[in-house]
């Protein structure tokens, strides 16, 4: 008997297909756009930019490129200095700003000023104020001690730090904004504790608040690193990449090659940034999973 059963099963016909509902199908109506969207501003650019870049002549030629080993220098500097630098003045203003006085809120607001500013003005504006003829940093030194104030934006690590500090001046609320709302999210009642054993502000910080912030503080450290590999604006506003082209990122590297009508290397440039920007990507998906 079970033999005959299960043959039958085995053989009976497969059941009829239910039929697109009319919700359904205006569903997938009211997709499509969305998906279109995606596909001619996502897909094809990504697609045909990677298609661009499949020659591995342009790699031979890129790596040659002396000002591409240093690109890669300077990106690094910004991931290891510029990154971990913005986050841990961030942790330390983010303490700051929770303190509950009328001035600091006051003073909050001007703090996120830099961030909410667009980039080009501001940036521009810093630019103009480092140089060395009539910029206003300049004319101060020549009031004060009568010398003429260096070229800063001349000399490569000079520049360099300034484009870092730009970066982090700039982008620097946004964090602290995020780091206060952490700071904000732990309960009152374990502080309260804390003050009742008799903790100092130190050990507040180490047993309450770092326990309770330092998941959110290295997933906000491994995405800015994501972001700051795009960030073009600090560099290429303030410096060009330049002095001779001796400050350039991953970010702006290829605006040089472009320049130069070498599209392929321009585009092979961005596709080397893959390699850092992965690993980052997969480690924070992992941990949001977590």
């Known amino acids: 008997m079970s033999l005959t059963a299960t043959s039958a099963e085995v053989e009976a016909p497969p059941a009829a297909r239910r039929p697109m509902s009319a919700a359904e199908a205006w569903g997938l109506m009211m997709l499509a756009p969305y998906v279109l969207v995606f596909l001619v ?4 650019p990504v697609g045909y930019g990677l298609w661009l870049a499949r020659h591995p002549a342009s790699y031979v030629h890129l790596f040659e490129d002396p000002i591409f080993t240093r690109a890669i220098w300077n990106t ?26 009328v001035w600091i809120r006051w003073l909050s607001l001007l703090f996120i000023l830099p961030w909410a500013v667009p980039s080009i003005p501001t940036i521009l504006s810093i630019r103009f104020m480092l140089n060395p003829e009539w910029g206003i940093v300049n004319s101060l030194i020549f009031r004060l001690t009568g010398d003429d104030g260096p070229n800063w934006l001349n000399d490569p690590t000079l520049a360099l730090a300034f484009s870092m500090v730009v970066h982090v001046w700039k982008s620097l609320p946004f964090w602290t904004l995020i780091l206060i709302a952490g700071r904000l999210a732990i309960p009152a009642d374990l502080y309260e504790a804390s003050s009742v054993d008799g903790a100092s502000s130190w ?29 073009f604006n600090s560099v290429y506003l303030l410096t060009g ?50």
């Open 41 to 44: 501003f996502v897909v094809y």
């Open 203 to 231: 050990q507040k910080f180490r047993y309450v608040t770092w326990p309770s912030m330092q998941n959110l503080y290295l997933t906000c450290t491994v995405l800015s690193m994501i972001w700051t590999l795009g960030d």
């Open 76 to 101: 690094l500097a910004f991931l290891l200095i510029g990154i971990n630098a913005k986050m841990l003045i961030a942790l330390v203003l983010s303490g700051f700003f929770v303190t509950e006085r």
């Open 241 to 290: 990449g330049g002095p001779a082209d001796l400050t350039h990122v991953l970010a702006t590297l290829g605006i040089r090659y472009l320049r130069l009508d070498q599209v392929d290397m321009s585009l092979a440039a961005v596709v080397c940034a893959l390699p850092l920007v992965l690993p980052l990507v997969f480690f924070m998906m992992r941990r949001l999973a977590k």
